[in-house]
């Protein structure tokens, strides 16, 4: 079964306004990664965060990750018309021996659009 | 200069017939990943290569055969294509497995379309 689940399945904002998008997972992970998709292209990293760090920052993008819930958000400020793309998150399974040890497991994504 | 470049960019074919999409990388990474994205978005891991040798191999029916000439390529070959094999196929690198949480550098996707 799919190890992320994205939440919503899609988030419809006006520029400048703040997007929060939410991941949850099964199983213990190494890390955990989000992609942003532009439409017709392929995937591109946005940002990593391991299972022992809580948060990280990246421009602006922040994400959060809450092992105890198994959970991440990721949250992007003062959005632009570009930031228009798919937003998936992608976990790195932990335990050896596991499905998803070493792979990357993406979720199905959110669909964000920023109306200028 | 593109990192991952895949070709073709688009696969029209008809039932029963097989066909390649080749990818390569000039990033000097030495693991190489296959994915399918359906028409939902959902990505779904195939096949994945470091330095040539086959780590990851899931649940994909034996008409799809990956091939890793070297560390620089890796193709895909699709023999007896099915309408359910219509997809977007993306070829990604990375610099080492998925463990040591190398992030991964996807192409721009071939779209397959099976009539």
């Known amino acids: 079964s799919q190890q992320g689940e994205e939440d919503p399945q899609a988030l419809s904002i006006q520029e400048g306004e703040n997007a929060t998008m939410n991941c949850s997972y099964k199983t213990s992970i190494n890390n955990l990664q989000w992609y942003r998709q532009n439409s017709g292209r392929g995937l591109v990293h946005l940002i990593l965060?391991?299972?022992?760090?809580r948060e990280k920052h990246s421009g602006r993008l922040r994400v959060t990750l809450d092992t105890s819930k198994k959970s991440s958000s990721l949250l992007i400020t003062a959005s632009r018309a570009a930031d228009t793309a798919s937003y998936f998150c992608?976990?790195?399974?932990?335990?050896?021996?596991?499905?998803?040890?070493?792979?990357?497991?993406f979720g199905q994504g959110t669909i964000l659009t920023v109306h200028p | 200069d593109t990192a991952v470049s895949q070709t073709p960019k688009y696969l029209v074919t008809q039932m029963g017939n097989d066909k390649s999409i080749k990818c390569e990388q000039n990033l000097g990474h030495d693991t190489m990943y296959w994915y399918k994205q359906d028409s939902k978005k959902f990505l779904k891991i195939m096949f994945s290569?470091?330095?040539?040798?086959?780590?990851i191999n899931e649940t994909v029916p034996n008409r799809f055969s990956p091939k890793s000439p070297d560390k620089a390529h890796l193709n895909l070959h699709i023999n007896s294509l099915e309408l359910g094999d219509s997809a977007v196929y993306f070829c990604?690198?990375?610099?080492?497995?998925?463990?040591?949480?190398?992030?991964?550098?996807f192409g721009n996707g071939t779209r397959l379309t099976v009539t």
């Open positions: 965060i391991r299972s022992n760090e």
């Open positions: 290569y470091n330095n040539k040798e086959l780590i």
């Open positions: 992608a976990t790195v399974g932990a335990n050896a021996g596991g499905t998803s040890y070493g792979k990357l497991t």
């Open positions: 990604a690198s990375s610099q080492g497995t998925g463990v040591l949480g190398s992030p991964l550098h």
